[in-house]
């Protein structure tokens, strides 16, 4: 019985001794068993598909995160030379030359421009007190309400002009310009010589209000002409803004006066011509009043004879 109890008892030791001891060196260890795939695996990885590896957050990178940082050092590099890079010397805006280019004024073609410059801010001035007689000689509202909305444009084109000679660093004067003055004294002529409240007076005033534009666009265009020339860029675009203003202007009184004025006028020559016809007086062609000593009959007869007679003695 003891003899039984001891060799269980060895028996048991052997068993505990197994299970507690762990691989000898060399000895590999028997693979664990694989885990099954839950429900919530297999929907987060779809068949047919590696699931990709989080990237590790420890020790070496790996190449593509190596490229990327080398591509990030690269342009911070780039953006550092950028940022050191001494600025480049810009030109002067070329609106500004004439400003900078103090020798470009010495030109004969500089004092040119300038002087027609001048010329047309004096024009503008004169016209300004021209339009409101022209205003008030004219007889339909229309015509009326175009001369005051050019007042008002003139008015905005002096202070633009203004701005020109600033542009260029001089000083905003005027010079006497004879052709407006001649042109503006045809327009008051024509006002005294027509009778008030007539269609022919507005249709002579619009060709007398016409020509003040058709110079204004001669001028207007060759200071934008000249200005570019020079490089004077800002002074070309505010005189280029007056040249369209002063083309529509010419084209707004031409449809004025071919849409009823002129029409209007030619009817009034009618009336004119028929008043002419009844203060017809017969009496300027009385045959009474007709000298006939200078064409007599007989006289002309005895003429005749004389020269018959003097053909025979030849």
């Known amino acids: 019985m003891t003899n039984t109890t001891k060799a269980d008892d060895n028996t048991e030791k052997m068993v505990t001794d197994l299970l507690n001891a762990g691989p000898e060196p060399g000895e590999e260890q028997p693979p664990l068993p694989k885990k099954r795939a839950t429900a919530k695996t297999a929907a987060a990885t779809p068949k047919g598909t590696v699931a990709k590896k989080s990237p590790a957050t ?12 080398i591509d990030q050092d690269k342009k911070a590099d780039q953006d550092k030379k950028e940022e050191n ?8 805006p070329p609106a ?10 010495e030109g004969p073609l500089y004092k040119f421009f300038l002087d027609a410059l001048k010329d047309i801010y004096f024009a503008e001035k004169h016209i300004l007190e021209a339009l409101p007689k022209m205003q008030k000689a004219a007889t339909t509202e229309e015509l009326q309400e175009a001369f005051e909305d050019h007042h008002l444009m003139t008015q905005k084109q002096v202070s633009r002009l203004e701005k020109v000679f600033r542009s260029i660093a001089e ?6 310009c004879d052709a407006i003055i001649g042109i503006v004294k045809e327009g008051e002529n024509i006002i005294r010589e027509t009778e008030e409240g007539t269609m022919t007076r507005d249709a002579a005033l619009i060709i007398a209000a016409q020509k003040v534009e058709h110079y204004e666009i001669a001028s207007y265009g060759g200071l934008v002409a000249l200005a570019e020339t020079l490089e004077l860029y800002k002074a070309a675009d505010l005189l280029q803004t007056t040249l369209d203003e002063e083309e529509q202007t010419d084209r707004d009184l031409t449809e004025i006066a071919e849409t009823s004025i002129n029409f209007s006028a030619s009817e ?11 203060d017809y007086d017969g009496d300027e ?17 005895d003429d ?3 020269d018959d007679k003097n053909d025979r003695s030849r």
């Open 58 to 69: 420890k020790g070496k990178p790996g190449p593509k995160a190596a490229a990327k940082k």
């Open 85 to 92: 890079k001494p600025e480049e010397k810009q030109e002067a």
């Open 96 to 105: 500004e030359k004439a400003k900078v280019l103090e020798t470009a004024k």
């Open 171 to 176: 000083k905003a004067e005027g010079k006497k």
């Open 268 to 278: 009034e020559d009618d009336d004119h011509i028929d008043d002419d016809e009844d």
């Open 285 to 301: 062609w009385d045959d009474e009043n007709y000298d006939d000593e200078d064409y007599d009959d007989e006289d002309y007869d």
């Open 304 to 306: 005749e004879e004389s």
